[in-house]
């Protein structure tokens, strides 16, 4: 089994994991806590020599000195998973040498999984574009650019789930300038690269992942069309 496949087998697997636990009403937490075990089983099982850095468990320096580790995050978008909303997601990617080579994110209340190894085509972008934006908290940044650039902000849940509505072409630019981690974006970042989409830190700068600090502050997910207006954007709301 290649990388990419168990990538999404493991994403897919977790996501119905998921979708059983939100049937019995149960929360966020029993969700982390069940997903997290199914997936670090799962990793360590077929790839015992990778490190493994996930949210819901406690960081391994042993990860530093590895040139392939698996960045996952068991349920991202855990409020809207408690609200039984559609937009969460189960990111599983492999890091190497610190790009996103490989990723899969699961959206398991939407019945798909999408993977690097087989992106859907990316459709035709709509005008003007949709900007999406954070739902509980989009920042001041994001609505400045989104009113520079005449784009129409969307709020959307999960990091997963608004990355892959570009994808999948529910939306032209993600925007983020609220703080993130390494597992909130790896596998997103890895499907969105592998669909012919633009993805960098805001300030046009690769993302590097594996790195010791977990955080990574800000992110543009976008159409290529797109990439340098919103980068220009930012630097005039941000100079």
């Known amino acids: 089994m290649t990388d990419a496949e168990l990538a999404r087998d493991i994403a897919t697997e977790a996501g119905a994991l998921l979708l059983r636990i939100q049937a019995e009403c149960a929360g966020g937490d029993r969700g982390d806590r069940e997903a997290n075990a199914l997936i670090l089983d799962r990793l360590r099982a077929a790839r015992p020599d990778d490190a493994i850095l996930s949210e819901e ?3 391994d320096p042993v990860r530093l000195g590895r040139s392939r580790v698996w960045i996952v995050d068991p349920l991202d978008g855990t409020r809207e998973f408690a609200e039984r909303r559609d937009d969460w ?10 790009r996103a080579a490989i990723g899969a994110v699961a959206l398991p209340r939407l019945g798909m999984t999408l993977s690097s190894d087989a992106p859907p085509p990316l459709p035709e972008p709509q005008t003007p574009p949709r900007l999406l934006v954070s739902r509980t908290r989009p920042s001041a940044l994001c609505t400045n650019v989104a009113e520079r ?3 129409v902000p969307v709020g959307m849940g999960s990091a997963g789930a608004k990355a892959m509505a570009v994808v999948r072409g529910a939306a032209e630019i993600y925007l983020h300038s609220g703080g993130q981690h390494q597992w909130d974006n790896c ?53």
């Open 149 to 151: 650039i005449g784009a």
């Open 57 to 59: 468990s406690a960081d």
């Open 187 to 239: 596998a997103p970042v890895a499907v969105a690269l592998a669909a012919g989409l633009h993805a960098s830190r805001i300030d046009g700068s690769p993302i590097v992942y594996n790195e010791r600090p977990t955080s990574i502050p800000d992110l543009l997910i976008c159409r290529k069309e797109w990439a340098e207006t919103v980068l220009e954007a930012v630097r005039g709301c941000t100079g």
């Open 89 to 98: 997601a189960v990111h599983v990617a492999l890091a190497v040498d610190g």
